[in-house]
C-alpha cells in the first residue's frame, strides 16, 4: 500500500520586513496531496539565476549579510535601505517561497494515469517559487519528464534559460526580423543562444564588456562579437550590425546607455545601404527588448535613429502564451532531445539547501558573474 503520511520537508523563504530588514530562512512545511493532475517532485537539483537573485535578497545591503538562526534552522539577516524599501513595498510582509525551476524525482502522483505514469521518474519542473525547497507540488503541465538516465543535475535548468533562448529566436522569426543582438553575451544564457543559432544558421552580434568573455565565445565558434570596453565599440557594433542585417536585440542588462546605442548603431548600419536621404530615418523596424535587470539604473535612450523603432519588455511566459501551446510543446521538446547538447548548463558550485543562507555562499553566488552559476542540491544533508 502506498505512503499517505503528510510528506513535510524545508522550504527557502524570503521576508522583507517594514522595518527594513530582509530575513531568508528555513521553515518547514507539509507538502500538499497532489491533486488528480499533479505529481510531488523529491526536489534534487535546483539553479540560482539572476531573477532568483532579484526576488532572494530584494534591494537589500549585501554587504549586511548576517548568518542567524531561525526557529532551530540556519538563515540570514540583511538590512534593507530606505530607498530600497520603497521600491520593494509591494513585498513587505510575504514570506515568498523562492527557486523557479528544479529537477527531481516523483515520489508522489495524483489519481490521474498521465500523473500515475511519472511516479518513480525523474523530471524537470517549473515552480514560479519554491522549488529551493526538498519537496514541491506541481501540475502535470509544469513538468517535463526527462529520457531515461538523464541525472537531476542535467534537468535542473531546463526550463527557464532554454526557453528563453528559444523564444528569442521565434520572437525574432514572428516580427519579421533575420538576425538578433544579445548583450550580456557571455551569460549561461548567452552561450545557449549562441548554440542554438550556430546550428539553426542564424546570424548572431554578441555584446559583452570583457575581452576574456569575447574570447570564451569565440572559442564556441561565435562570429561577431562586440565588447563595451573597446574603444572603437560603436563603430565594430555598426560593422557586425551592417554585415548581418540584425534589427532586433534582447537586452539582459536594462541600465544604462546600451539600448539606445544598439538602436543608434542599427540605424547607421541600415543608411549604408540607403538610396536616399529621409529626414524621418530608415522605414526599417529596429526592436529592442529588455528582458533582464543586471543593472538596475535608468534606462538612457539618446533618439538619433528616426522614428521606426520600439523598445519594450520581454518575458518568457506572455511569450509562451503568445506561442501557445502546440508552439511550446515542441519548444520543450527541442530542450528535452538536446539537453546535453545545445541547452546544457554548467556550474560552478554545488550547495545544500542550507548553503542558500551562508553568508560566504551568498557574496559569490549573488554576483551573477560569467561562469559562477550555483546549483542547489536540497535532497542532500
Ligand atoms: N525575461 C525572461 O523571461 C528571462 C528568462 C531567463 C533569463 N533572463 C535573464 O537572462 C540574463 C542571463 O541569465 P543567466 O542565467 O544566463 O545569467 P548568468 O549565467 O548568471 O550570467 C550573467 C552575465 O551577466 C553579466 N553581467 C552581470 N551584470 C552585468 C552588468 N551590469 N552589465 C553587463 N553584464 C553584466 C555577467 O558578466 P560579468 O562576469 O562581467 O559580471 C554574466 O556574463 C539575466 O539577466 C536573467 O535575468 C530573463
Not at 543593472?295 to 521606426?308: A, V
Amino acid at each position: 500500500m502506498s505512503d499517505t503520511s503528510p510528506l513535510r520537508g524545508l522550504q527557502l523563504r524570503s521576508l522583507i520586513r517594514a522595518e527594513g530588514e530582509l530575513e531568508l530562512s528555513l521553515v518547514e512545511v507539509e507538502t500538499p496531496e497532489p491533486g488528480p493532475d499533479e505529481v510531488v517532485l523529491r526536489i534534487e537539483a535546483s539553479p540560482i539565476n539572476p531573477s532568483d537573485i532579484g526576488l532572494l535578497f530584494g534591494a537589500a545591503d549585501m554587504d549586511s549579510a548576517t548568518a542567524v538562526q531561525i526557529e532551530g534552522q540556519p538563515g540570514l539577516r540583511m538590512t534593507v535601505p530606505e530607498r530600497g524599501l520603497r521600491a520593494m513595498a509591494a513585498r513587505i510582509g510575504m514570506a515568498i517561497p523562492c527557486g523557479n525551476e528544479g529537477a527531481g524525482t516523483v515520489v508522489r502522483a495524483g489519481s490521474s494515469p498521465a500523473a500515475q505514469a511519472l511516479l518513480g521518474r525523474r523530471v524537470a519542473g517549473i515552480g514560479g517559487g519554491g522549488m529551493y525547497a526538498q519537496y514541491r507540488c506541481l501540475r502535470l503541465d509544469q513538468c517535463l519528464p526527462l529520457h531515461d538516465g538523464a541525472t537531476a543535475e542535467e534537468g535542473a535548468s531546463c526550463f527557464v534559460n532554454p526557453l528563453t533562448a528559444l523564444g528569442m529566436v521565434e520572437t525574432m522569426k514572428l516580427e519579421g526580423h533575420r538576425a538578433l543582438v544579445h548583450t550580456a553575451a557571455a551569460s549561461n544564457l548567452g552561450q545557449m543562444l549562441n548554440r542554438i543559432c550556430l546550428k539553426d544558421g542564424i546570424e548572431l552580434v554578441n555584446i559583452v564588456r570583457k575581452p576574456e568573455q569575447a574570447d570564451l565565445l569565440r572559442a564556441q565558434g561565435a562570429k561577431h562579437v562586440c565588447c563595451t570596453a573597446s574603444p572603437s565599440f560603436l563603430a565594430e557594433l555598426t560593422d557586425a550590425l551592417a554585415a548581418t542585417g540584425a534589427t532586433i536585440a534582447f537586452d539582459a542588462i536594462g541600465g544604462g546607455k546600451l539600448a539606445g546605442q544598439i538602436l543608434g548603431c542599427m540605424e547607421a548600419a541600415i543608411s549604408r545601404t540607403a538610396t536616399e536621404f529621409s529626414r524621418y530615418g530608415s522605414n526599417v523596424m529596429k526592436q529592442v527588448y529588455i528582458y533582464g535587470g543586471l543593472d538596475l539604473s535608468p534606462t538612457e535612450i539618446t533618439r538619433s535613429f528616426g522614428m521606426c523603432w520600439g523598445v519594450g519588455g520581454w518575458l518568457l511566459f506572455p511569450f509562451l502564451n503568445r506561442v501557445g501551446p502546440a508552439v511550446t510543446a515542441a519548444l520543450k521538446q527541442r530542450v528535452a532531445d538536446e539537453l546535453l547538447t545545445t541547452f546544457g548548463s554548467h556550474y560552478a558550485r554545488r550547495i545544500p539547501l542550507a548553503g542558500m543562507v551562508d553568508p560566504a555562499e551568498v557574496a559569490v553566488y549573488a554576483l551573477r558573474a560569467t561562469g559562477t552559476k550555483f546549483l542547489v542540491e536540497p535532497a542532500s544533508p
